[in-house]
C-alpha cells in the first residue's frame, strides 16, 4: 500500500470518527474510559502472573508484580471514579495531539523541497497543537465538550489528510 492510499484511510478514518464523536459525544467519552479501564485491568493482570510465573526466562520479578498491582488499581480506579478518569484522558489526549501536531509540522517543513502541498500536512499539525491547547485550556468544561471538540478535529484533520492523500495520489501519476 503506498502512502497516499495510507494518507487517504487514514483520513477517512479520522472523518468517520468525528461524525460519531458528533453522533454519540456521551458514547464517545465512556468507550475512550471504559477501554482505559479494561486495558489497565488486563495488563495488570498479565504482569501479574508473568511476575509470578515461573516459567519466564528471568524466574518470578517483582517489578512486573508492582506493574501489574498498578494497572489492576488504574483499571478498577477508572471504574469507581470515571470523572477522575476523564479529566486526565483528556490531559492525555490533549498531549498526545500537541506532540503529534508538532511531529506533522515538522514533517511537512522537512518535506517542502520533495512534495508540493506540504502545507496540508502543516495544516494539519496545526489543527492538532489548536486541539491539544484548547483542551488543555478549558478541561472543566466537561467531557460533552471535548468530545465535541476531538469529533471537530478528527474530522477537520481527516478532510485534510484525504485531500494530501489525493494530491500526492495526483503527483505520483503526474
Known amino acids: 500500500m503506498d ?12 472523518v ?3 461524525i460519531l ?12 474510559i471504559g477501554i482505559f479501564g479494561i486495558y489497565a485491568l488486563l495488563d495488570g493482570v498479565m504482569n501479574v502472573m508473568l511476575g509470578l510465573s515461573h516459567s519466564s526466562p528471568q524466574g518470578r520479578s517483582w517489578a512486573h508484580v508492582v506493574q501489574g498491582i498498578f494497572g489492576i488499581a488504574a483499571g478498577v480506579l477508572t471504574f469507581i471514579w470515571p470523572g477522575i478518569t ?32 506540504e502545507w496540508l500536512l502543516a495544516l494539519s499539525g496545526l ?4 486541539f ?6 478549558f478541561p472543566a468544561a466537561g467531557a460533552l465538550t471535548i468530545a ?5 478535529y478528527a474530522a477537520a484533520a481527516g ?3 484525504i485531500a494530501l492523500g489525493v494530491r500526492l495520489r495526483t503527483v505520483a501519476t503526474a
Do not use: D
Open 3 to 14: 502512502s497516499s492510499s495510507m494518507l487517504l484511510i487514514r483520513g477517512m478514518v479520522g
Open 16 to 18: 468517520a470518527i468525528g
Open 21 to 32: 464523536a458528533f453522533a454519540w459525544p456521551g458514547i464517545t467519552i465512556a468507550v475512550l
Open 86 to 117: 476523564a479529566l486526565v484522558l483528556v490531559i492525555f489526549i490533549a498531549s498526545w495531539a500537541i506532540v503529534t501536531g508538532v511531529f506533522e509540522i515538522i514533517a511537512a517543513v522537512r518535506l517542502r523541497k520533495v512534495i508540493t502541498g
Open 127 to 130: 489543527l492538532s497543537v489548536a
Open 132 to 137: 491539544g491547547v484548547l483542551a488543555l485550556a
Open 148 to 152: 465535541f471538540i476531538f469529533g471537530a
Open 159 to 161: 478532510i485534510v489528510l
